[in-house]
């Protein structure tokens, strides 16, 4: 009777000490889980910091420059701009949103605007080889998603069931969501159109690509029309890359929109 007691007892303690090893390894997991949230909380919020630095300093180099042709570079995009922010290693790169055509542009927009977007996506589609909606199809379905009074019941039978954005672009990438857009064509239509305040579209006809001088040969940048200049922001540190895509509106030093991810192609 002894010997069993002893098992017994013997029993329970190993079940005690199994038990307590359990629940320490636990705690010791949920503390690791614990610091490794906090640690990439701090990263986030730092990352977001050091790039907000980076911006006030491209725009302390966009406000030195009198305009676009001022610029130290010739082409649509600058190359990678390095930057040191608190010892943080930082690549900047600002894309002019003169070579791509303005979406807004069709808000409201007569049949020559409609015309000029129609061969713009006709273009693409043949350079490309990806199969696009109808370009004059396009540039109507586009019109009518940014009118306040159009209510197309097309977007009410989708799956899930929307509605139109009775409202202007705010993302190019909004352009998904029209009727007769899918993936492929937004992603080989995207390098070649921006979204932003407003509804004129100038066009650089000196540093654009090849397809959107021959598209716009009619269209110039104009006396004082706007320039917009989208900025994007990559942070690498903690072996983590973060990404910043803020728009600027350039001449008059204004963060016109600003997101914590990378920017559209």
């Not at 090893?21 to 909380?41: C, K, N």
């Not at 066009?203 to 029309?225: N, P």
Request: with cysteine.
């Amino acid at each position: 009777m002894r010997r069993r007691q002893g098992g017994v007892a013997l029993v329970t303690a190993l079940l005690v000490v199994a038990l307590a090893a359990s629940a320490a390894a636990a705690m010791a997991l949920r503390g690791q889980a614990d610091i490794r949230r906090t640690s990439a909380v701090f990263e986030r919020d730092m990352s977001r910091h050091i790039a907000l630095g980076a911006e006030k300093m491209v725009l302390q180099l966009l406000e030195q420059v009198e305009g676009p042709d001022d610029l130290p570079w010739d082409t649509c995009r600058s190359p990678s701009l390095p930057f040191d922010v608190d010892s943080v290693r930082l690549q900047a790169t600002l894309d002019d949103m003169r070579c791509r055509y303005n979406l807004n542009a069709l808000a409201g927009a007569d049949e020559a605007e409609q015309g000029d977007f129609a061969r713009l996506v006709d273009r693409v589609g043949q350079e490309s080889g990806v199969d696009m909606p109808s370009g004059a199809l396009l540039a109507v379905a586009v019109s009518d998603w940014m009118d306040a009074e159009s209510d197309d019941p097309r977007y009410r039978l989708q799956e899930p069931a929307r509605v139109s954005g009775n409202r202007n672009f705010i993302l190019a990438a909004e352009l998904a969501n029209v009727p007769g857009m899918n993936e492929e064509a937004w992603l080989a239509l995207a390098p070649y159109v921006t979204a932003y305040p407003g509804r004129s579209s100038p066009i650089d006809l000196e540093r654009s690509s090849e397809l959107m001088q021959e598209v716009f040969s009619g269209r110039g940048v104009g006396g004082e029309g706007p320039w917009f200049m989208r900025l994007q922001i990559v942070a690498e540190f903690a072996d983590r890359r973060f990404y910043q895509c803020t728009l600027l509106d350039a001449p008059n030093g204004i963060v016109v929109l600003r997101e914590q991810t990378a920017c559209e192609p």
